[in-house]
Structure formats: C-alpha cells, structure tokens
C-alpha cells in the first residue's frame, strides 16, 4: 500500500465531495485506501459518501469528538508507507499525490512534507510553512511588527515570510490541511495528542516529530487548494461556504484559545521564565475576547471594523 489518506468531516457535504472527487483523480496511479470519520454532521454528509463514494473506509461518530481523535481512529487503521492527512475543504490537483510521495521517497530524513497551499484567490495560505510560536515570534506577528517589517529575519518569522515559497525549504510545522507523513515515524513518535481538540494538533506533532530528529519540510512542487475555515466558518476566504453557526463560531475561539495555552504550557514551561510564559497565556487570552466580541458583534448584522 503506497499511501492512506485520513479525512475528517463535520458540516462540509458539498466540500467533502469535491475534495474526494479530486482525491480519486490524484491517486489513480498508486495503490490506496481512503478513510473518512464523520464528527456526527448535520448535514447530509454520511448519505452523500455512503450513495457517492463506495470506495471509502467511512466511520461515523455519534458526537463530536475532535479533530485529533477522529483522526487517530483512521491513523490507527492505516496500512500506507504513507499517511496524508487532508481535510475535506480541499481540492487538489492531479499529480499532487504523486509529487508528494516522489519528494518523500528522495528524503528518508523527511517524516512529514506539505505542498504549497493555496486559498482560492491564488494567495499562500500562510499557514502551510511557519516557525514554532515562540513568545517573540507570537508578539513580532500578533502586534503587527512582521506586517511592518516584511520578508525580515528579526520580525518575520512566524510566517517565514523572509523565505521564499518558491524553493523547497524545511519548517518547523506546516497545518493539518495536508499533511503527508511517514508512518514508520508515526511508530516512533506515536498519533496526534487528543488534549488538542480543534486546533494546535499539527503544531503538536510536528515539534514531536523534529523531537525525535526528524525533519519537517515545504516543497512547493506540489499544490492544492484550500477553502480555508469551511468547518469553523472563521476565515473570509470561505464565509460564503460555511455552514457554521453563531456557536460554533464561539466554540471555534474557544478551542482555538485552550490550544495555545495547553502548546504554550506542554512545550515552553519549562523553557522560558514563568512571567514570559504567564505574559503569553494573557495575551492568548486577551486576543481571543477580542475575537469573541468580533463574531458577537457580526451576529447582529453590523461590520466591527
């Protein structure tokens, strides 16, 4: 088996079935297997893939249940050298698979790779290439100084911005959205932490994963297309697809918010100053009422800016 691909779904039907229409074109020319676990959607997600697609291993769950952990329940099953772990609000072209799985076949130092990501205006979703949070780098992005000083060493590194996204280079970690992942790493380094919940996983596991040596890296040879924020209905790119509600919005924050702390707590505590850590958890958390006043704002028709 050349590669197993783990899909999450929650509330994206017709997402979902474009992304397996495109999946199907992908991996013609290499032996296969799909899974999809369903987080109990509202939609008719379910009856779409069990009429429309035979071919995929679909779990349903009854709630819920997370990101992290609806993945883990296909990563466990999984028989691929390979494992992409893709999300159902992306569409990809038709040799991104194979591009993916030549570039990790020339890298054996190489335990997970990424493509370029693009949003559906053609931009870099940025996402796809960045550095670890570090208080300094948290503080250059989130109070504008990357913004003033683009493409700088000093104030741009969340984002990577002084790296040019038209060379293959290595990365701290790249987004959930696609993720192609050795699986004989995944032995060693083990699944995603469920104490993540929505987000902050795929930070997680790649600071696991360079942990224990491994590389992480970017090759934009390879792209897809990335209708970001579709589940959680957070991102302007995809507002007009977004089937999510008021509270899920909430909920998205709040998740978003328990995540970076619980990263913040499991990784820099023991290696920064507690007052730098403590001064980081603050402005998580002041940033994230922001945010909570924003969607509470937009619910009532009004524009926050």
């Not at 159902?88 to 038709?94: E, H, I, K, R, V």
């Not at 940025?126 to 000083?149: E, N, V, Y």
């Not at 280079?169 to 192609?180: K, L, Y």
Request: aromatic share 12%.
């Amino acid at each position: 088996m050349d590669i197993s691909v783990v899909i999450v779904s929650y509330n994206t039907e017709e997402l979902l079935k474009d992304c397996l229409n495109s999946l199907k074109t992908a991996l013609r020319k290499v032996k296969s297997e799909v899974f999809v676990v369903d987080n109990n959607s509202q939609d008719d997600t379910v009856a779409s893939i069990k009429k429309d697609f035979p071919w995929v291993k679909l779990s349903v769950n009854s709630q819920n249940v997370g990101f992290s952990k609806a993945n883990n329940q296909s990563l466990k099953k999984a028989r691929g050298k390979y494992i992409l772990v893709l999300n159902p609000d992306t569409q990809l072209m038709s040799e991104t698979i194979g591009k993916m799985i030549n570039f990790m076949e020339n890298r054996q130092d190489v335990a997970v790779s990424t493509c370029r990501v693009e949003l559906p205006n053609g931009q870099l979703d940025r996402d796809c290439r960045r550095h670890f949070p570090t208080p300094w780098r948290a503080f250059s992005h989130f109070s504008g100084l990357a913004k003033i000083f683009p493409k700088s060493k000093i104030f741009d590194q969340y984002y990577m911005g002084y790296q040019k996204d038209t060379q293959d280079h290595e990365i701290d970690s790249c987004e959930g959205a696609f993720m192609m992942v050795r699986r004989s790493a995944i032995k060693k380094v083990g699944y995603f932490d469920e104490d993540f919940f929505f987000y902050g996983e795929d930070l997680d596991w790649c600071w696991r994963f360079k942990e224990a040596g491994y590389k992480v890296m970017y090759t934009p040879s390879a792209k897809i297309i990335h209708y970001k924020g579709a589940a959680s209905g957070m991102k302007s790119s995809s507002i007009h697809l977004t089937k999510a509600t008021r509270a899920s919005k909430i909920r998205a924050i709040k998740e978003s918010t328990r995540a970076m702390e619980l990263f913040y707590r499991k990784h820099y505590a023991n290696i920064y100053p507690f007052f730098i850590t403590w001064s980081a958890i603050l402005a998580i958390k002041i940033l994230a009422f922001f945010r909570l006043i924003r969607v509470k704002i937009q619910s009532l028709g009004l524009n926050p800016n």
